[in-house]
């Protein structure tokens, strides 16, 4: 009874070992892709802002606290903003726009 239990303890080691080598293998042949793919002309970098808590997302359109408003003001301009002096709409992405009638 002895001698059958060792077997089976011996050959589920040897096949752990097999699956972690396989795993392993993998792992390595995964990780070796270039870094240099960029979605976008001026992708990358470093944000470091110093703010009390950390954001909550990123995503402009889910912004629901202060600290996410903070981070993705520094990362992403609007099609226009106000002049704090005159309170004119001034563009900022936007190079014109058209006003419809409705």
Known sequence: MWYYFTNICNYTL???NKLFIIFYIGLL???CGSTDKKQFKFAG???KMAIDNEPFNYIAR???D???AMVV???MEGLVSIDPKTLK???QIA???KISDD
């Open 73 to 75: 003001s520094q990362i």
């Open 29 to 31: 042949l995964s990780s």
């Open 89 to 91: 709409v001034q563009p």
């Open 14 to 16: 040897k096949l752990m």
């Open 95 to 97: 190079s014109n726009w």
């Open 45 to 47: 970098g470093t944000v």
């Open 62 to 64: 889910n912004i629901s």
């Open 66 to 68: 202060y600290y996410s």
